[in-house]
């Protein structure tokens, strides 16, 4: 399906540049043609003459070149590929596409072209982080570009956290997913995921058993589909998935702020366990015994509802789907809850205890919409999240 397309590929100047390299060759072993182009910066770590050598053809990198101008030029130069995918995409690179800035090839060919836009950002965590960059990415986003990426994880600068340019996998996958048209191409989908802790004193938090394996198994179908998926995750014990943009977070408040950050969404699953109270009295310093036997008294206060908070949002995502863990009578308490939260599904479970759903691999679901109660059989939570994703994209494409 995917030979004969076309890539133009704009490799920026970062450290992560050399995997652009195995990604141009995981390119043409699925007989994708690759049309490369090297920024400056770019070409300070990899070399035009290795690009070319692996694309099989010549590097663009001059905006001012005659004989390229002459033989095809920059704006024919921007329509030639189905896709063109920015890896590694710097900060720099990123805030000149949110501007509309051309002062150089790139930049010119990305303000230029009417294709499809991939990008995968790579920079240091606190780059990432900045304000300025995530403004950046917002506009991206709403300007119709997909991302794959940042990874988390070490970093060639020696700090930790997200940054890394997604594996060459994982780009290609995305790649595919838009090259094969899935049908989410093109959305951006909102995944909660994991527990949240709860803090007690600087030392100690509350917490609850939730892995994260089903909101991560989600989060990796919706992406198989094509879609661009922001993943707000609380301490999990799964990993997140490959190629989703990963947002860590530790407490409810930090949740609600960082899915309203993430906004707007074509839909949103909030898989996260989310603790219902935080304490109102926690302390600044670790609380110690003071000797009189009495234990200290926690004072709770109601967590925002994150779920319940989005649905009612103006602009909410078009589909919005919540999650019931019951352990009675599952499909009243779940069919009460999708009209009170507001949602349009809620995917309901029996966690009781001795059904080994929560930080098991398997889950038992009833999909409870505006229609009813659809009791799916108990399936691997992998299976369970490509049947949701797959209901999501049909639901997508008719609403
Ligand atoms: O009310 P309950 O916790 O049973 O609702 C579960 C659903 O609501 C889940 O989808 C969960 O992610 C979401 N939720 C939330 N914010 C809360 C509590 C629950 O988003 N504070």
């Known amino acids: 399906m995917l030979a004969g397309k076309r890539v133009l590929l704009i490799i920026g100047g970062g450290i992560a540049a050399y995997k652009s390299l195995l990604l141009i060759r995981l390119l043409r072993g699925a007989g994708v043609a690759v049309t490369p182009v090297l920024t400056a910066a770019g070409a300070q770590f990899v070399t035009p003459l290795s690009v070319s050598a692996l694309a099989g053809e010549k590097v663009y990198s001059n905006l001012f070149d005659l004989t390229d101008e002459a033989e095809l030029g920059h704006i024919q130069l921007s329509r030639v590929a189905d896709l063109i995918v920015v890896a590694p995409a710097t900060a720099d690179l990123m805030a000149k596409m949110a501007g509309g800035r051309a002062d150089d090839l790139a930049s010119t060919l990305l303000l230029a072209t009417d294709t499809p836009v991939l990008v995968a950002p790579a920079m240091n965590v606190r780059m990432w982080d900045h304000p300025a960059t995530q403004r950046n990415i917002a506009q991206l986003r709403a300007d119709g570009v997909r991302f794959v990426g940042p990874d988390e994880g070490e970093m060639a600068c020696g700090e930790f956290g997200p940054g890394r340019l997604a594996e060459p996998e994982a780009i290609f996958a995305a790649v595919s997913s838009v090259l094969a048209g899935g049908p989410l191409v093109g959305r951006h989908v909102l995944v909660t995921s994991g527990p949240t802790h709860e803090q007690i ?9 939730s892995s994260g394996a089903q909101g991560a198994a989600i989060a990796a179908a919706l992406r198989d589909l094509g879609a661009s998926v922001t993943f707000v995750t609380g301490p999990a014990t799964v990993p997140p ?8 977070v530790e407490t409810a408040v930090q949740m609600l702020a960082a899915v309203e ?6 839909a949103a699953v909030f898989a996260a366990a989310v603790a219902d109270w935080r304490v109102a009295n926690a302390s600044g310093q670790k609380m110690k015994k003071d000797g009189s036997g009495q ?16 649905s009612r949002a103006v602009g909410r995502p078009a589909l919005v789907v919540g999650f019931a863990a019951e352990t009675e009578d599952v499909v009243a308490h779940a069919t009460a809850k999708r009209l009170r939260k507001g ?32 009791v799916w059989p108990r399936l691997p939570k992998d299976e369970v999240a490509r049947r949701l994703a797959a209901r999501m994209a049909e639901a997508l494409a008719h609403g």
Request: some cysteine; aromatic content about 4%; proline content about 8%.
């Open 241 to 248: 998935p490959e190629g989703v943009v990963v947002v860590r």
């Open 201 to 209: 004193d600087p030392v100690r938090f509350i917490a609850n058993r």
């Open 261 to 266: 950050a993430a906004l707007p969404a074509d």
């Open 295 to 310: 234990a200290p008294g926690l004072q709770f206060v109601e967590n925002p509802d994150i779920l319940a908070t989005v």
């Open 343 to 374: 949602c349009d599904w809620i995917v309901a479970n029996d966690v009781s205890p001795g059904t080994g759903i929560m930080g098991g691999s398997e889950n038992a679901v009833t999909l409870i919409t505006a229609e009813g109660a659809e």
